[in-house]
């Protein structure tokens, strides 16, 4: 196959050198650990292959040398006495108990075949669910092991898959592709690009990205383009160094965001400045989104948001008068119920004020591989698939996304309906600490499960509550891979520089699983072959791509006008009416609301005003820090003097009226739950009726068999598994507390 029409970029330098006593070696920070924005990296090994610096890579185009504490702190991270080093078994009846035994990866993967199998012939494949994390390189794997399985149950236990896949199911959807801003990462000179045009205005929408980059996407752009003079509008509960440095900074309500999206709409279509042409040519529904937003004018947004309604007009009117403006949203929009709505309703401010597809707009990422999709769907039995869960239940996910419904799975795992669950197969994940809303319910649902094989780089609590067998993955620093489908624009690879005991790659460890459940699905002897299969779009093998990376894919603008957005050829998008829909058929269809709409979030204050005068603060939780990746690193000694404890930000007038101090540890409770946790008191709150909390919280120094204090600590307790009507979006950042002291000795 001839090779794409992508670009690369000469390096001065080889991706393997020496320099002085040290090799070097050139590559892509990818998980594990989880983070998945693919930093470039040099990593150094001393002569006896032990990894011993991590600097930035200047010759990377998307990072130009810069990283964050995680990369820089590797060495310590791969070489930690705690990683998990060779496989381990337990018997079923010792489960929970620190009685683990070390085996072969043979008998290992014995143990994991038997099982599998042996539930797989008495239950159907469908009994064993495959679940893996944030990892974005590993979804690739483990949707082909569970597919070649026989399994359609693949995915998470994020109620709501409240992390991305609402904004991306969403924007399918209504427009057949997923959009991303354009800060000019598909070129090779970046800024400079002739035919890029910058923004005039950035929107930084429930997103920190300095901190917590989304796909393929660096913070630091956003600071290059405000020294270039782009403006911001930054929408945050809290005053973020980002929000402090905007033109505009809406201090909004968490929960509220399809509110002000709503009511901004109302000022740009009531204000009849948005884009006609755009809207007339390439819009659908307009005139219904137009009555709809009539609902939301500025002042009833301003008391539903807790923004001024100066500054909701304000915004508005920034917008529409940008040519182009951009969006980088984030988590927050996903971490609340009724996240497809709010999603539609921000994309619309950007669809009808023509900033789709255009320089310095909103564009569809060139993917090499559409992860959201998975890899290996053909290898699905076809009578399999109407038993994926969830998928009777909620229609949109049908929309390209092949995950099932963790919320779904957990009813039928507790309930056997429609059938019971016996397996699973836990890749890179902790639920118990990160993604699982009410963690008791995750553990006592899965703890039914005769057999449970993980997957991970250290002990955590979710093995030692729930697994049979664990098997010790690779970080990046120790195996070869490649990065090809979260939205770069670009293929990089991963290059392996040293080994750490008997650990394997998470690639290698599904190839030598797979070949024993479906050989012919994993024909191939080593995982670079695997990756050259993927890599056929580009016609480059992985050797290539190591010598010449980064590959950056052809990126053309204005493609709906052409043709090339849809599959017939014919101009447009991708859906039914070959139009974005601002009113959708597919919504429609699928017995939703086809317009966006706001719901209070429930609880909330204004829709359980009683309760919330027990629980009279609104809490958000989930913010990153700069130490670590969701539950990840709270072992590795200098990330974790960073960040010691698990953290509850205060306003300081508020905690003088409730009489507490900062660095004070205190219970934060609500109706589902409490959890320990230490009080920060800073202004940057700029509301003193919410309060925001770290989350994925659990202490490696901790009692084993207590799960490591999982259960004490956790925010999750405050959590309850509710998806949004569509099945996507659940109330991680949106809920309400009170704060109350310890008692003596607690």
Partial sequence: MEKSEGITIPHEKPWRYEEGEYTVTRGSAWSGPGCHLGCGVLMYTDKDGKLVKVEGDPENPMTEGRLCVRCLDMPEIVNHKDRLTYPMKRARADRGKNKWERVSWDEAYDIVEREFNAIKDEYGAESVVFIHGTGRDIAPWQSRLCWSFGSPNYGNVLSGNACYLPRVAGMAATTGSFW????????????????????????????????????????????????????????????????????????????????????????????????????????????????????????????????????????????????????????????????????????????ITGNIDCPGGLVPPAEIMAYSGGWGRDLLPPEQEPKRLGLDRYRLLQMGFKQSSPDVLIETMETGVPYEIHGAHFQTTNGIACMGADPHRVYNAFNKCDFIVSVDLFMTPTIMALADVVLPAATFAERNGIRVGDGPQRGEVINKVTQIGECKSDMQINLELGKRFNPEAWPWEKPEEMFTELLKPTGYSWEELREEAPVYLPVEYYKYKTGKMRNDGQPGFQTATGRIELWSTFYNAAELDPLPYFEEPDPGPGSTPELFEQYPLVLTTGARNWSYFHSEHRQIERLRRMHPDPIVQVHPDKLAELGMEDGEWVWIENQNGRAKIRIESTPILTDPRIVACDHAWWRPEGDPEKFFDVFEYNINNLMVYSPGKSGFGSNYKTSICRLYKLEDGE
């Fill in 180 to 351: 991303i801003a354009d800060v000019a990462q598909h070129f090779p000179d970046r800024f400079d690009h002739e035919g890029w045009t910058m923004p005039e205005v950035m929107f930084v929408w429930g997103n920190n990205p300095l901190i917590a980059n989304s796909d393929g996407f660096f913070g630091h752009w956003v600071i290059d383009l405000m020294k270039r003079g782009m403006k911001t509008v930054v929408i945050d509960p809290r005053v973020t160094f980002l929000a402090a440095k905007a033109n505009l900074h809406l201090p909004i309500r968490p929960g509220t965001d399809a509110a002000l999206a709503l009511g901004m709409l109302n000022v740009i279509i009531n204000e009849e400045i948005y884009d006609k042409e755009f809207v007339d040519c390439w819009c659908y529904g307009f005139d219904e989104l137009k009555e709809r937003v009539q609902e939301y004018p500025a002042d009833r947004v301003a008391a539903i948001t807790w923004i001024p309604e100066d500054k909701i007009v304000r915004a508005a009117r920034m917008l529409a008068a940008a040519k182009p403006a951009t969006l980088q949203w984030g988590l927050a929009i996903d971490m609340t119920r009724e996240a497809i709505p709010a999603g539609q309703a921000i994309a619309a401010l950007f669809q």
